[in-house]
């Protein structure tokens, strides 16, 4: 009797199991992420940014998003002491689960690429690497919908946190990094 009613919960169990759906993805690891951004061999140094009431007003401000964090994480690509870029790995919630993107600038601070590092929502709703692209070169004014940048039939909330997180990176960058670090 005892055996049977194992046997029913381990059933159950795997009955459960197999039913919860398995969307989490992760592309790439942070240290992949890295080569991805500078390249194999860079030098990546970590710039740790604690910005001040003021600061963070401002970011607000340019960024035109709330931020969760007083703490702000760059990692300097180099290479022979030449700065190649800089990447900041942004986590955000689309819907109820998290996405995690790599935001890759120049180092004279113009967005060069995004990333897709990590997406735990259904694969329908995660925006496609080329659309991306039309991020490129555009300033953290022309960042927007209704400004150039297209959204996404059916992925409206992930396109929306993608690029809020673009926009927060770009004035954090801006704010705190563009005058501080030099090649």
Not at 138 to 147: I, P, Q, V, Y
């Amino acid at each position: 009797m005892e055996m049977l009613r194992n046997k029913r919960l381990i059933i159950i169990l795997l009955l459960l199991t197999a039913a919860m759906p398995g969307f989490a993805k992760i592309f790439y690891s942070k240290n992949e992420a890295m080569v991805l951004a500078f390249g194999e061999g860079a030098q990546v140094e970590t710039l740790s940014l604690f910005p001040d009431d003021q600061q963070m007003s401002k970011i607000q401000q340019d960024a035109k998003v709330k931020l969760d964090s007083g703490l702000f994480t760059f990692y300097v690509g180099k290479e022979n002491g030449k700065i190649l870029g800089y990447a900041a790995i942004e986590t955000s919630t689309v819907r109820t689960k998290p996405e995690t993107l790599m935001i890759v600038l120049s180092p004279d601070g113009e967005l060069r690429n995004v990333y897709t590092l990590a997406f735990h929502e259904p694969p329908e709703y995660q925006p496609p690497e080329r659309w991306f692209e039309q991020f490129q070169k555009r300033s953290l004014e022309d960042m927007d919908f209704g400004k150039g940048v297209q959204g996404i039939s059916g992925a409206t909330l992930s396109a929306r946190a993608d690029v809020n997180s673009v926009r927060k990176v770009l004035a954090v960058y801006q704010t705190m990094v563009k005058n501080q670090v030099k090649n």
